[in-house]
């Protein structure tokens, strides 16, 4: 069974641009989240899908980051426009069921975000 | 106060000990805690759930959990080199099973 997977693995931008990380949760999983870590900080909750709604978007940053999942399959977080505190690892994770004890998600690589 | 706090470490036992890694947190009706173990530049993965007091046990790691001291740990029994890794607690926020707080992270080096 194929993990989540994450694309790109690293990108670096500069100041203003616009970047969209995509995520692939495990095949079935109707629960995909949207981590970031930043530099020397722990990992950090943004939001929480359930299928293609947002169940929790109470850890989104700012109204510069938007994240859609249509479609309830792959989703994209898009940075718009990029700031320099923008930079880290942005992590999603899937899991199976949601609103159960034990829900355990199941990260991605990770996409290194560089913004110069 | 910090929501989960570990000790950062570095944590060095020698190859063959038991390596223990420790966990508190904040929010007493958290109900669901999670150890994920974090090679450098790779993704946590998942290793242990807990959620009942008490002891869990899968192969090599032991997760005991105390709600009413707010603790839960992870024993690593055997320590081999590849388990020299940082080590997350992560846990769940109130009353929502699907949010999670982690926390800073142990680092643990194991000794040939």
Partial sequence: EAGVTQFPSHSVIEKGQTVTLRCDPISGHDNLYWYRRVMGKEIKFLLHFVKESKQDESGMPN??????????????????????????????ASSQRSGVFLNEQFFGPGTRLTVL | QKEVEQNSGPLSVPEGAIASLNCTYS????????????????????????????????????????????????????????????????????????????????????IP
Wanted: charged content about 20%; proline content about 4%.
């Fill in chain 1, 63 to 92: 109204n510069r980051f938007l994240a859609e999942r249509t479609g309830g399959t792959y989703s994209t977080l898009k940075v718009q426009p990029a700031e320099l505190e923008d930079s880290g690892v942005y992590f999603c």
């Fill in chain 2, 27 to 110: 929010d007493r009706v958290s109900q669901s805690f999670f150890w994920y173990r974090q090679y450098s530049g790779k993704s946590p993965e998942l290793i242990m759930s807990i959620y009942s007091n008490g002891d869990k046990e899968d192969g090599r790691f032991t997760a005991q959990l105390n709600k009413a001291s707010q603790y839960v740990s992870l024993l690593i029994r055997d320590s081999q080199p590849s388990d020299s890794a940082t080590y997350l607690c992560a846990v769940n926020i109130g009353t929502s099973y699907d949010k999670v707080i982690f926390g800073p992270g142990t680092s643990l080096s194991v």
